[in-house]
Structures are given as structure tokens and as C-alpha cells.
């Protein structure tokens, strides 16, 4: 009769463990699939982004040295290579490009370009952004061009021993300062731009892709000088060590005037609801989402409306 009742015993406990294992099995794969169906982008909270809206400040005592160092004409405008002053000692190249329509002064484009990039391809109609195209309808509308060379990028390459920019899931400690240091460096070529007479800093509008969106979100939401931005292909970052230059940061505190977000319902670098999800976020009126059937590569139609964006709010 104990021998009975003991092997009685073991057998409930057995199944009981079984059930048990099963139940949290289930539970465990249950919350997996909705995690899966259903990421969340993160966000932060207002005491974390005033920390990091501090690795974006900059000595604006520190002189620019700015200078000229070649003019020249092209078809829709005269284009000067200028040389400034950045962060950490660093030289920093650059073009400014001037309509030809007379004008004593003129509103400007910044734009930031993706990783990989440099300021050579906004004048090569065949480059991936199609930068020759973009930069001569925003010379035709009346818009000057700034477009830098971004920290380790173009002929800057030495900065970094020669090699590729770090790229951000590899070398994401590496990609993160880079993207910090070329964002500052934005904000101190605005700086320069002050100093032009021949251009209306009051009219400043930003335009980047990628990477260079990223850093869009950023500077529209740290510097006050941006009236209108433009922001195209970018991608979430998701990793907690890229925090401070993620778009899941910045898109919450956008404060220029208008907004347009532009993206590739085929890009793999994020699906179309997190992309709404990041549009969602930018806390002003005056915004616009458009949806392209393309990948990370911008179809040719963003120029016309690029164009078109910046006449209406710049």
C-alpha cells in the first residue's frame, strides 16, 4: 500500500512539472511572437535627452579661420570651396554654392549626406543620392547649397587611417561619435554662414539622408536656426549604445517649422510601421510623411518634391 501511494505521488508530481513546463513554455514562445509582431522603438525621457543634448554643445568662442580656397562657375551657380575650423582641431571642407538669379542675399540648403558619402556626389548626377540633379533644382529655385564633408568622409579619409567610416552595427561606438562630431560640425558651419552677407540666415532649411537624416532630426531639434527640414531613408537604431544619435531620441523634440519625412516602403532597414511610428512622434502641425515604392536609395521623384517643399516653407 506505500509502495502504491508512493508511486501515485511521484506520478502527480511528474505530471504536474510537465504541465508546468508546458504552460511556461508556451507563455515564454507566446510573448516572443508578440514581441516579434510587435517591436517597440524606444524612446527616452526628457532628463535623458537634455544629457544628451549636451554632447552636441560646442565652444562658439573658438574661431572659425574660415577661408575661401577656390571660386568657381558651374551651370546654375558659382560654387566656392571654403575651409573651416571644426571640433577637436579637425579641418573641415566644404562648398558653398550661389544661385545665379542676382539676388543680394539667399536662403540656403544644408545638406547632410548618408554615410559613405562625401560632398563630391551632390555634383555627380549619378551618384546615389543623385546629388547633381538635387543641388542643381535647388540652385534653379534660388537656394544656395552648404554641403560639408562629414568627420572620416571624402578628403577627410585620413582622419580615420585611410579605411571605411565605421559603420553603425559594427563599430557602433565609432559610428556614434562620428555622427556627433559631423552634426557639430553643421552647427559651426551655420556659424559661418552668419558671417556671409549673401546669405539670409534667417531662411536656413536642412536636408539629409540616412545618416544625414539622422543628424537632420538632431539639429532640428537642438538648433533654432533650422526653419524647414527635410528628412529621407532613416533608419532606427534601436541599440542602446547608439542612443545618442538615434532618431528614436529626436523625433519627440523637433521644434523647426515644418517637417517632411520621406521613405522606402522596400528599405530593410525598418518596415513602414516604424517609419509611421518615427512621424508620429515629431511634435508640430506642419509636417508630411511620404511613402516611395523603393528601397534605401531614393527614387528620382524626392527632388521635385524636395524642391518643391523648400519654395513653400523656406
Known amino acids: 500500500m506505500k509502495l502504491y501511494r508512493m508511486k501515485r505521488c511521484i506520478l502527480f508530481n511528474a505530471t504536474l512539472w510537465v504541465c508546468c513546463f508546458l504552460l511556461f513554455c508556451g507563455s515564454a514562445q507566446g510573448q516572443a511572437r508578440q514581441e516579434v509582431s510587435n517591436p517597440e522603438l524606444p524612446e527616452v525621457s526628457d532628463e535623458v535627452f537634455q544629457s544628451i543634448v549636451q554632447f552636441y554643445e560646442y565652444d562658439r568662442d573658438i574661431p572659425l579661420e574660415a577661408r575661401v580656397l577656390k571660386k568657381e562657375e558651374l551651370e546654375h551657380g558659382n560654387r566656392e570651396k571654403i575651409l573651416f575650423k571644426g571640433v577637436n582641431n579637425t579641418r573641415v571642407p566644404a562648398y558653398l554654392t550661389i544661385p545665379k538669379t542676382g539676388a543680394k542675399s539667399h536662403p540656403v540648403v544644408v545638406i547632410v549626406d548618408g554615410i559613405y558619402g562625401s560632398k563630391e556626389r551632390w555634383f555627380d548626377d549619378e551618384s546615389w543620392p543623385r546629388g547633381g540633379v538635387v543641388t542643381a533644382s535647388l540652385l534653379s529655385a534660388g537656394y544656395a547649397v552648404l554641403i560639408l564633408d562629414a568627420a572620416y568622409h571624402g578628403e577627410r579619409t585620413s582622419e580615420y587611417d585611410y579605411v571605411s567610416p565605421p559603420y553603425l552595427f559594427t563599430l557602433p561606438n565609432e559610428f556614434r561619435h562620428m555622427v556627433i562630431q559631423t552634426a557639430t560640425e553643421h552647427r559651426r558651419a551655420m556659424d559661418y554662414l552668419s558671417t556671409r552677407s549673401d546669405i539670409d540666415t534667417s531662411r536656413i532649411g536642412m536636408m539629409g539622408l540616412s545618416m544625414g537624416a539622422l543628424i537632420t532630426f538632431e539639429l532640428s531639434s537642438i538648433d533654432p536656426r533650422i526653419k524647414t527640414a527635410v528628412a529621407g531613408v532613416v533608419p532606427p537604431l534601436r541599440l542602446k549604445v547608439l542612443e545618442p544619435v538615434d532618431v528614436c531620441t529626436f523625433a519627440n523634440h523637433v521644434r523647426c517649422g515644418s517637417f517632411l519625412m520621406f521613405m522606402g516602403n522596400e528599405d530593410s532597414y525598418y518596415s513602414m ?26 527614387p528620382v521623384e524626392y527632388i521635385k518634391k524636395v524642391t518643391d517643399w523648400f519654395e513653400k516653407h523656406l
Open 273 to 298: 510601421e516604424e517609419a509611421r511610428e518615427i512621424f508620429s512622434r515629431i511634435p508640430i502641425s506642419q509636417k508630411e510623411f511620404v511613402e516611395y515604392d523603393s528601397g534605401h536609395q531614393p
